[in-house]
């Protein structure tokens, strides 16, 4: 199925939950976008923000930085988001809600479900050393925020490991059908193989990228 064409004007990427914008994969998204643009000579706005660990604040806090990608830009729309695992929770809701172009790396699809299996937990952030205690709010907030069904399939791309140990992909290939979906064989939830599916992710956003061109970014 082909996807959405025309390049978009800015790139959104959507960490995990308890990551960072410090993050391998959200180093290697921000790196590559300066890259191509660089290359190209044209602008692509990156934003990789901090999300905080309750839901609704993260899906405000990212629906901010859109409309800021989308007044620094002056082109409201044309934003490609990037969302890995609840990063690609939140990014389907702002597509769906926005009607934008997502590229997904092993989405969660039902996560008040997962963080159910936390309550009562004390996390600490590996990157930025904050720590929180995941309440009820947290899972009552991301079920008012889960989405039925997805309006246009063809909107997404969806990357998913086929043995990712946190979430079944068999969730997200339920969830997004229709949708163009690449699977890792053997992937798992961190998908260290990120690097060498860049160049799909950026023509979703109608960006050509060599491989080449991919910077070299470790995801260990």
């Known amino acids: 199925m082909a996807g959405p064409s025309g390049p978009v004007s ?3 990427y959507l960490h995990g939950f308890n990551s960072a914008s410090a993050s391998p994969k959200a180093r290697l998204i921000e790196r590559t976008c300066e890259r191509l643009a660089a290359t190209r000579g044209e602008r692509l706005d990156c934003l990789v923000p901090d999300l905080p ?4 604040l993260a899906l405000a806090r990212a629906e901010r930085d859109l409309a800021t990608l989308a007044e620094r830009t002056g082109r409201a729309g044309e934003t490609l988001l990037i969302g890995s695992s609840m990063g690609g929770f939140l990014a389907t809701c702002l597509a769906e809600r926005f009607g934008l172009r997502a590229a997904l ?3 969660a699809v039902a996560p008040a479900r997962l963080v159910a299996d936390y309550l009562g937990a004390t996390l600490t952030n590996p990157y930025t050393q904050a720590t929180f205690t995941i309440h009820d709010a947290h899972r009552n907030e991301l079920e008012t925020m889960t989405w039925s069904t997805i309006g246009d399939p063809e909107r997404y791309l969806v990357l998913l490991g086929s043995a990712d140990e946190t979430l079944d992909c068999r969730d997200a290939l339920a969830a997004y059908a229709g949708a163009r979906t690449l699977i890792e064989p053997g992937g798992d939830h ?5 690097a060498a599916y860049l160049p799909a992710i950026f023509a979703h956003g109608g960006w050509t990228l060599a491989s080449d061109d991919v910077p070299d970014v470790s995801l260990d």
């Open 10 to 12: 800015s790139v959104l």
């Open 53 to 56: 660990d309750r839901p609704a």
């Open 105 to 107: 790396i092993n989405p």
């Open 190 to 194: 961190g998908f260290g193989c990120l």
